[in-house]
């Protein structure tokens, strides 16, 4: 009976999910098929999720346009320096605010806890104008060091350093250990749940943006996969196609997409850690 109703509710599970999935199985049936067949292709036949006839032909067309591998590499650089700057910012903070007694904590968490209700494009101005002072537009570095500093990130390890037991580290005080110590050789391991998580979240963060690389970055040699891609696609829509569309989209979603399914295990223990730990 218990197997039985396993089966019935997956069953009806599957069904929303499937739904919620059908855009993106289009996306990527559209992405196969050829141009001149999707041309010729009306709103009265309509576009099935089964490509026919299937073609490599929107993708080879896309990896050969000079500049896209120039682009995954700055969303690589982007994202990996902005998810690593972020993990030593928030780690470090988080466990400051969490577990070391200085003047004025309480007046630094109220102002963390306040960007948190500060939308980013809020503060695009000032950073732009800041930024352009200093010459850096066009560049990595202005890409990745405007969000290093991310209120969510310590606000995240700082609740996370709060649930871990007072006795371990009291015991390691006992033992002569200095904070420092305690924080790289206890409190980083037992944390390794939620730096996953807040590594994971930012990597997709960064690989997603849009918003601040158009901001920033006007030269094409430095446009991140999202915004070289969105570049590209007024040109496939006026001449190449809908499929050369879709094979863009594809292209800048697949890395994500297998990202989060290699560590999803980790993404729902850390969740779920966090949600017992209240």
Known sequence: ?????????????????????????????????????????????????IPFPFTFENYWAL?????TPQWFLNSLLVAGGMTLGVLVVSTTAGFALARLKFPYKRIVIFVCLLGLMIPEQAVFLPLYIMFADFGWHNSL?????????????????MQFFRGTPKEIIEAAKMEGAGWLQVFWHIMLPLSRPAITTLAIL????????????????????????????ASLQSNFAQSEGLGRIMASGVTASLPIVILFLIFQRHVVQALSLGGSKG
């Open 202 to 229: 930012t990597f997709l963060y960064a690989w997603n943006d849009y918003l601040w690389p158009l901001v920033s970055a006007q030269r094409p040699e430095v446009f991140t996969v999202t915004l070289g891609l």
């Open 141 to 157: 570095p202005s890409l990745i060091l405007p969000r290093i500093a991310v209120p969510i990130g310590v606000f995240l390890m």
């Open 1 to 49: 009976m218990r197997r039985s109703n396993q089966f019935w509710l997956i069953i009806l599970l599957s069904v929303p999910a499937f739904i919620w999935s059908i855009p993106t199985l289009w996306m990527l049936s559209l992405s196969f098929q050829p141009n001149d067949v999707l041309a010729r292709t009306t709103s009265s036949t309509g576009l099935g999720l």
């Open 63 to 67: 990896i050969s346009y000079g500049k």
